[in-house]
């Protein structure tokens, strides 16, 4: 059995050879908590051994975070610097490789006004959007993994002693990321073979609709007609693979953001901003959120879809088998990367370029006018269960069962 | 008796009301290294406190600065991030306020070759050199101060346990800094009053040259007509006052460029790029270095002197006595803040525009005619002793005792 030290020595070297898959002369960017320091200290090792030039880090800090939100004068979440906005994209723009670790404390902002982190947000998703784009679209490689921190951990296991919680955390992210895997990276050669079959297969597919039905949702999402699926490995610019998120269960496309109808109701919280928005209800029309409830969090959840028109608007449509490894720990995360991999999910917000055919080529007017919705944010939400049926319309308008009872009912 | 906890709060309090001195509105930029994190959001809520409008902390981490120099291409320490360096300097521009707090591992980088760590220096200097330019004429508020860790702890206190060596620095780090004076932000207006009547008096003086005199040493150091001296606190662009170094006991100005003439030894190692040079003779001629010699370091210190012609003239000329707080504990930290602060001292390279009448508004070609000496780099070196005596000359050739034994002699 490895010990914890060898363990998050794979781990940096999944974030370095699948995450970001790290070519010869890239620079580096790791995103990171500062507590994280032994972990990026690893990747930096394994990122120069794969030949990066450079290895930079943008280093965070909850704690500061929190702290300003709680003293700082409103003026201050209406700034961003943008030379550092900038400096992002242009590094974005020049093949850098980025690797961003997080573990949130989900209750971290819980006692912070709402107005100042949705204007922080706002004011960041405008200051950060043509680096966003970039990453969007595939451009530049990414991936985005969990460090596991003693308030995330404390959250999951409230019952268990903080080292055990955190303990028992680490060991959940080292099985849902293959870590665990005699050859963790041929592991996830695998597994990204496995998600290309689906692909593939929902691709040759081209569903104009799909329908889903279970307790507390009956919704139909029309897709476009160019719509693409994605899942697993993707490609950048220079066409070198690479996996934006560790761990990754889902297959996604994007729908049409004027054709969603019908109710869906979330089964997981959702932890946005620093805060938890639980057991919420969307109606949508003809595209658009036209009402809302929520059991906790209904103040952010309204500042999220005031946030632009697009807010309002699905900008993602993703599968995830309700029998999947992290689904079937049982466990809620209070976090996206885990949450959203344990459950079929939707994303409110912008669409990404790469599900549309053409699409990294369109302008915002063309990728709009084929059906592709555009915000400043693009936030999951999990909406999967163990009753939930999905039936896909065919072109010539057969339907066909693509989930039951939460799982693929594909002939793949 | 304070707890450790209830001290480093106070250090906090320093560096943002006296260090710093933070006012109503400013950007606060910290940096520091990952370790210090504590310490930061002391620093953070202080600043706020004190009507901060935002604080942003550049983080640093040593070990990963030692992995980059073993592993990563020699072209990256050709490369800066202009986008962090513009940053900087429009942040100084636009009444930032700086806090570092730093405590490096004197022999962090003793196995690295020094080509690659002179190479990262000189690429550095250039990159942030409008932004140190706007520190060093004190637009900007600035201060540094110490932070200790593990590594500078064994290295001052070898044959303590690591626990105790952290411990015994951080007391003397408090005990240099009146962190455990009764009201640490008035013994510093009662210290700073001290050091402005030193200054006052050597204004009034105005000395033409300086004659030093100890073991290993006899040198003369010309004083432009226009030098100015300094100590304590200074004056930021929009008047508000700061104290560049906690702690701080020197008075200090600058040399002519051309009038540096005979042999000076350093008394305490110096700690540059990483690496300790130690027991160095530099001889001067018309205010260059044309021979030297060191007992440990002679490559690094070579580098350092070949980085441009300005790198072998003088750029500081600063008196220290020998019987100061700093001095008094007989040790050497391997740090230059503390060091600096416990020996007369000069430094290499620029000169401050600051330490002359009219500087700030000079043109580089304009300061240079008034005497003052320019460089990419600026590094203090300690050649202070319980043995030195210094005597100024005035303007009419009238020779007076300035330090005698390693102590003032002046009638303040």
Same mark, same amino acid.
């Given at each position: 059995?490895s010990t ?9 070297? $999944? @974030?370095?050879r699948?995450? @970001?898959?790290?070519?010869?002369g *890239?620079?580096?960017v ?7 320091a032994?972990?990026?200290? $690893? ?5 120069y051994?794969?030949g990066?030039?450079?290895v930079?880090v943008?280093? +965070?800090d909850?704690e /500061? ?5 709680k003293?700082?004068?409103m003026?201050?979440f209406?700034?961003f ?12 723009e +020049?093949?850098?490789?980025?690797i ?9 902002l ?10 922080a ?16 679209a ?12 003693p308030?995330?951990a404390?959250? %999951?296991?409230?019952?268990?002693s ?9 060991? &959940? ?19 990204n073979? &496995? $998600?290309a079959r ?6 040759d597919?081209r569903?104009?609709? $799909?329908?889903?039905?279970a307790?507390g949702t009956?919704?139909?999402?029309d897709?476009p007609e ?6 697993? @490995?993707k ?5 070198a ?12 496309t994007?729908?049409?953001?004027d054709?969603v +109808?019908g109710?869906? &109701?979330s089964t997981k919280?959702?932890?946005?901003g620093?805060?938890?928005i639980?057991?919420?209800c969307l109606t949508?029309?003809?595209g658009k959120?036209?009402d809302?409830?929520?059991?906790k969090?209904?103040?952010?959840l309204?500042?999220? /879809? ?7 608007k ?5 599968l ?7 689904s +079937?720990?049982?466990? %809620?995360?209070y ?6 991999n344990a ?6 917000? *912008?669409a990404y370029?790469v599900?549309?055919?053409g699409g990294?080529?369109m302008?915002?007017e063309?990728?709009?006018r084929?059906? @592709?919705?555009?915000s ?7 909406i ?7 039936d896909?319309?065919?072109?010539d308008?057969v &339907?066909?069962p693509?989930?039951?009872?939460g799982?693929?009912?594909?002939p793949?």
């Open positions: 059995m914890f030290a060898q363990k998050l020595e794979k781990y940096a070297t $999944l @974030a370095v699948v995450g @970001a898959n790290v070519q010869q *890239q620079t580096v790791v995103t990171a908590p500062v507590a994280a032994e972990l990026v200290r $690893l990747v930096a090792v394994k990122a051994e794969a990066a030039k450079n930079m943008e280093w +965070n909850e /500061l975070t929190r702290i300003k939100y003293m700082a004068p003026e201050a209406h700034e610097p943008m030379w550092k906005a900038q400096g992002l994209q242009e590094l974005a +020049n093949d850098a490789a980025f961003q670790f997080y573990g949130p404390n989900p209750d971290l819980k006692d912070v006004d709402p107005e100042r982190v949705s204007t947000n706002k004011t960041s998703s405008i200051a950060l959007k043509g680096y966003r784009s970039q990453l969007m595939h451009r530049a490689s990414w991936t985005l993994m969990a460090y596991a921190t308030e995330w404390s959250k %999951i296991f409230p019952d268990f903080p080292e055990a919680a955190l303990d028992a955390l680490w060991e &959940r992210i080292f099985e849902a990321t293959r870590v665990n895997a005699d050859d963790p990276v041929e592991a996830w050669k695998e597994h073979a &496995r $998600l689906t692909v593939s297969y929902l691709n597919k569903y104009k609709q $799909l329908v889903y039905e307790s009956s919704l139909t999402v897709l160019k719509h693409l699926w994605l899942g697993g @490995a490609e950048n610019a220079k066409d693979p690479f996996n934006p998120n560790l761990p990754t269960e889902e297959v996604f994007m729908p049409r953001h054709g +109808n109710v869906v &109701r919280p959702l932890n946005y620093g805060q938890l639980e057991g919420f949508f029309k003809d959120v036209v809302f409830s929520a059991d969090g209904y103040e952010m309204k500042r999220l /879809l005031d946030t632009d028109e697009g807010a309002r699905l900008g993602e449509v993703a995830v088998p309700h029998e999947s490894p992290i +079937n720990t049982n466990l %809620i995360f976090n996206t990367l885990f949450d959203e459950s079929s999910h939707f994303a409110l917000g *912008q370029p599900n549309l055919d990294t080529e302008k915002e063309e990728f709009s084929h059906g @592709a919705n555009s400043l944010v693009h936030v999951d939400f999990m999967g269960s163990a009753d939930m049926n999905i896909g319309i065919t072109q308008g &339907r066909e693509v989930f039951r009872s799982n693929w009912a594909l793949v």
